[in-house]
């Protein structure tokens, strides 16, 4: 009798977390099948290098569009979906509210309504983000917090938390969740501050590039490692029953002081390149978003692996190979 692979569906598998859970489903064996839309379909740099994986298969398809999606889930008869397809930027969000709302809200939604309505034993996993805290009362964050968000993007989150919820207790979906605070990796897109330096510092010190403009830098963030939330994620889904956990490094860490280990690690100092531009404030304050993540401990002895500085070393090198250096 041998073992039926576990079948699984990654939306967003073009993504940085969906890409890492694409490679890490196929670490541990599954059959995986990796949504793609018609915007993506160039964008396919973070699984080039499993595009030729025998267990992994590309399927076309678009989160707003649920016929696309319902057709796909009734035959590839998963048995895990993962979804990291998302409209996730919060500047983003306030320039497509609709969008956001369609992507993050409404596309689960239907999702869960065929799921029920056809009674499909499917687990599915769906993170959501710290910005459901928005502007916290509490210096430190727990699944139990008081939900404020002060974006859309935070809004739309904090919509789905409560459409999960509400699937969940009420027909017993196998609905997971994750609250991931920031998490960071090489396949962060650019318009992410920790990117951003990472990609310049390395200019300056290889094309003796002149300035880095950033915003607020005394703003402190909890940055963690994507490819170890990613793990915590598929750690989450494994469990009997569906439950919501936060995920999180349980450090706080400056911009500022994310960029001086971007700029010490390559032997500069950040001070001679650093310029403070207005513009990229943001209109609306978050808190400093701090997570709990003692019940994951507790659960599934959830611990962060990779600190700030590991993390920096891991983007940097990226970065640096690009120069073939």
């Not at 595009?51 to 696309?68: P, R």
């Not at 939330?229 to 439950?243: C, F, G, N, T």
């Not at 280990?261 to 990229?280: C, E």
Request: proline share 3%.
């Amino acid at each position: 009798n041998i073992m039926k692979k576990k079948i699984a569906l990654v939306l967003g598998c073009t993504g940085q977390d969906g890409s890492y859970c694409a490679e890490l489903l196929l670490s541990k064996k599954y059959r995986v099948y990796g949504l793609i839309r018609k915007t993506a379909t160039d964008n396919t740099i973070n699984i080039k290098h499993i595009l030729a994986n025998k267990n992994f298969t590309l399927v076309k398809g678009d989160l707003v569009d649920s016929h696309s999606i319902n057709t796909l889930i009734h035959k590839i008869k998963p048995n895990e979906i993962y979804n990291y397809a998302d409209q996730d930027h919060v500047g983003w969000s306030s320039i497509v509210p609709e969008y956001s709302f369609l992507v993050t809200v409404i596309s689960n939604l239907k999702i869960f309504e065929f799921i029920k309505e056809n009674k499909l034993p499917i687990k599915y996993f769906v993170p959501l983000s710290s910005n459901i805290f928005g502007s916290s009362k509490t210096k430190k964050q727990n699944e139990k917090s008081l939900l404020n968000p002060t974006s859309i993007y935070g809004i739309a989150k904090t919509s789905l938390y409560h459409v999960c919820n509400y699937y969940r207790s009420t027909y017993n979906l196998k609905i997971y969740n994750s609250i991931f605070y920031n998490h960071e990796s090489p396949r962060r897109s650019e318009e992410y501050v920790t990117k951003k330096i990472v990609k310049k510092a390395c200019s300056i010190k290889i094309n003796n590039d002149k300035k880095l403009e950033l915003g607020d830098i005394n703003i402190k963030i909890d940055w963690g490692y994507a490819k170890d939330y990613v793990e915590a994620a598929w750690q989450i889904m494994q469990l009997k029953d569906p439950d919501i956990f936060i995920i999180s490094s349980g450090k706080l860490t400056s911009v500022k002081n994310f960029c001086k280990l971007v700029f010490d690690y390559l032997k500069l100092d950040y001070k001679k390149y650093l310029k403070i531009n207005k513009k990229f404030i943001r209109p609306s304050k978050t808190s400093n978003l701090f997570g709990d993540f003692s019940k994951a401990g507790r659960v599934f002895n959830y611990k962060p692996k990779t600190d700030i500085k590991k993390l920096v070393k891991i983007m940097v090198d990226d970065e640096l190979q690009k120069y073939n250096r």
